[in-house]
């Protein structure tokens, strides 16, 4: 059974940093690449973040350019994002996921080439 927990969650004020981690099993972990999403309350989901199998690639939504970074420990089985400069839109339910080594780059934005999701962690940012 796969599983993808993440955790790192919380509130914190506009200028703050966190970083979330998203833990994996029952999958072959360097096989997969891996992503990060958020959705807000009544916005579609948006892509956040990808990274390769290897950490040699990574890509970002336009609004997280610069101030977010995505990496992952394949020791570990775990995928990190470093959140900073944290904005009230940064807001959101985020949401890690793993799309086969096999997707095509150029999809990773897209939620739907992604098979597994974990169960999400809320980050609200005051003003």
């Known amino acids: 059974q796969v599983q993808l927990i993440e955790s790192g969650g919380g509130l914190v004020q506009a200028g703050d940093s966190l970083r979330l981690s998203c833990a994996a099993s029952g999958l072959s972990f360097s096989s997969y690449k891996m992503g990060w999403f958020r959705q807000a309350p009544g916005k579609e989901r948006e892509f956040v973040a990808t990274i390769n199998w290897s950490g040699g690639s990574t890509y970002y939504g336009d609004s997280v350019k610069g101030r977010f970074t995505i990496s992952r420990d394949n020791a570990k089985n775990t995928v990190y994002l470093q959140m900073n400069s944290l904005k009230p839109e940064d807001t959101a339910i985020y949401f890690c996921?793993?799309?086969?080594?096999?997707?095509?780059?150029?999809?990773?934005?897209?939620?739907?080439?992604?098979?597994?999701w974990g169960q999400g962690t809320q980050v609200t940012v005051s003003a």
């Open positions: 996921a793993a799309a086969h080594r096999s997707v095509s780059d150029s999809w990773l934005a897209r939620a739907n080439k992604y098979d597994y």
